[in-house]
């Protein structure tokens, strides 16, 4: 899997992909804007919004706003791919559970 590429912007979604990412058998076309990995501010001390699930984060908030699949099977691909570019175990599972309880589709 080739790594998206990314810069960083201002405004509220301070990362736009620059090139279309081919990812899970999906194409998230360049000029998606999002906000990496949403980390309570408190908690960002220890998990960097743009660290270990930042990669996975982009997957997320595209497929989430536009609905291409289910909210289960993109929380699961959430997963799968913040385990393949290196975040560790209890991070990932951690950061499942938390986008199967507070994330939604179809936003912003």
Request: proline share 5%.
């Amino acid at each position: 899997m080739k790594n998206p590429v990314t810069r960083k912007i201002e405004g509220s979604h301070p990362w736009e992909l620059v090139e279309d990412w081919g990812v899970l058998g999906e194409t998230i076309p360049k000029g998606l804007k999002f906000n990496g990995a949403s980390i309570p501010k408190w908690l960002q001390w220890l998990i960097k919004p743009d660290g270990s699930l930042f990669i996975a984060s982009i997957y997320h908030d595209f497929m989430l706003r536009n609905g291409l699949l289910t909210k289960y099977q993109v929380d699961w691909g959430f997963y799968k791919l913040a385990r393949k570019t290196g975040a560790n175990l209890l991070l990932s599972v951690s950061a499942l559970i938390a986008v199967l309880i507070f994330s939604r589709g179809n936003y912003d």
